[in-house]
């Protein structure tokens, strides 16, 4: 029990700390001062400190009932894998997931984000990292995440991808011609048709002696069969 005890208090020790980090996240609601809705990444950020304490300070026979203790008090602060099983499957039921996840083997692909107010994001990632969702956003709809594996010395992923799932409507398999040869793309696009983001396959240079135009092993053919299967198109909704 004292284990246990002590466990809780660690955990909330953790999240009082990152209290004020959360807070300079949090996201306006309503009118007036005051009124915030605390972000859900950062949220699952304090989650993950708390389970990392967890089981660091508990001996291995009890950490079960110490978490389950836990989240008899806390059920905001964890989910048991019934709920995260329960979760995975509501996200399922959405198409672009579901080809999201048939892009698990175009290996390494360039996630391409543009601000119209002026920046331009590129970053390396895959698409069979963890998908965590769907959640809401109060006032801006449904979320979900692609998530990669934690650094180890952060308490968040190396990559993290957010998507509204209600904005994309459609999905865009587009073979391209750039400088140093063909592209391959897939576009997520909102309802008028403007691009959400936009996903490349990635060179392989260290396959290729550092230079461009060649692309990992059997990506271009997945990337075109996933492109027969589903069309150039493909409506979402």
């Known amino acids: 029990f004292n284990a246990m005890l002590r466990t809780l208090f660690l955990c909330i020790a953790s999240v009082a700390t990152l209290s004020s980090v959360v ?32 089981e660091q300070s508990t001996p291995r026979v009890a950490r079960r ?28 039921k959405f198409k672009l997931v579901q080809i999201m996840k048939e892009c698990k083997d175009l290996g390494v692909v360039r996630f391409i984000s543009v601000n119209p107010n002026g920046a331009i994001l590129e970053t390396l ?9 769907p959640f809401e956003v109060p006032g801006k709809g449904m979320y979900m995440t692609l998530a990669g594996p934690n650094a180890k010395d952060h308490l968040v992923a190396n990559f993290e991808c957010t998507i509204n799932l209600e904005n994309v409507d459609a999905m865009a398999f587009d073979k391209l ?22 996903v490349l396959l990635n060179y392989d240079l260290e396959g290729n002696g550092g230079k461009p135009g060649k692309f990992y092993p059997g990506a271009v053919e997945k990337w075109t069969e996933l492109k027969k299967k589903h069309g150039d198109f493909v409506k979402l909704k």
């Open 177 to 198: 011609f750039g400088p140093t040869g063909e592209l391959y793309s897939i576009r997520l696009l909102n309802a008028k048709g403007d691009k959400i983001l936009s």
């Open 23 to 54: 807070d300079a996240f949090s996201v306006p609601v309503g009118s007036g001062f005051g009124y915030t809705q605390r972000s859900p990444l950062l949220r699952r950020s304090a989650i993950e400190e708390c389970r990392m304490r967890v």
């Open 125 to 133: 990632g895959r698409f069979d990292y963890s998908y965590v969702g």
């Open 65 to 92: 009932a110490a978490l389950g203790k836990f989240m008899g008090v806390g059920a905001a602060l964890a989910m048991s894998s019934e709920a995260a099983s329960a979760e995975e499957t509501e996200l399922d």
